[in-house]
């Protein structure tokens, strides 16, 4: 099978070409993972590929408890996704504990 002038992103299952024996070869970018790309998918389909990119970390959120164990959290933008077989984004979002000390939280608590 070929996949010349028939590349897809992602998994779709409607992007595949006749293959050998008459199965069925893909074209999308998840075929690397399954392992059932047509044989010229990786000079047709992977000069294409464009990898994820991310802006910088946001800053950190206040703790969710006044007083006592809470949490932070904080995330970033895609400003480039991923397209036809590309590297993945990297995680988003991030969270670390925190202790809330609050000025009107007691020593006790």
């Given at each position: 099978?070929?996949?010349?002038?028939?590349?897809?992103p992602?998994?779709?299952n409607?992007?595949?070409?006749p293959?050998a024996?008459?199965?069925r070869?893909?074209?999308?970018?998840?075929?690397q993972?399954t392992?059932?790309c047509?044989?010229?998918?990786?000079?047709?389909?992977?000069?294409?590929?464009?990898g994820?990119a991310v802006?910088?970390?946001?800053?950190?959120?206040g703790?969710?408890s006044?007083?006592?164990?809470?949490?932070?959290a904080?995330?970033r933008?895609?400003t480039?996704?991923?397209?036809?077989?590309?590297?993945?984004?990297p995680?988003?979002?991030?969270r670390?504990?925190?202790?809330?000390?609050?000025?009107?939280c007691g020593?006790?608590?």
């Amino acid at each position: 099978g070929s996949c010349r002038h028939r590349c897809c992103p992602g998994r779709n299952n409607a992007c595949w070409a006749p293959g050998a024996r008459r199965a069925r070869c893909y074209c999308d970018s998840y075929c690397q993972r399954t392992g059932d790309c047509c044989q010229d998918y990786p000079t047709s389909c992977r000069r294409a590929a464009v990898g994820c990119a991310v802006g910088p970390w946001g800053p950190w959120s206040g703790c969710s408890s006044r007083c006592g164990a809470g949490s932070r959290a904080r995330s970033r933008q895609v400003t480039v996704p991923p397209r036809h077989g590309g590297d993945p984004c990297p995680e988003l979002k991030q969270r670390r504990g925190c202790l809330g000390q609050h000025p009107t939280c007691g020593p006790a608590q």
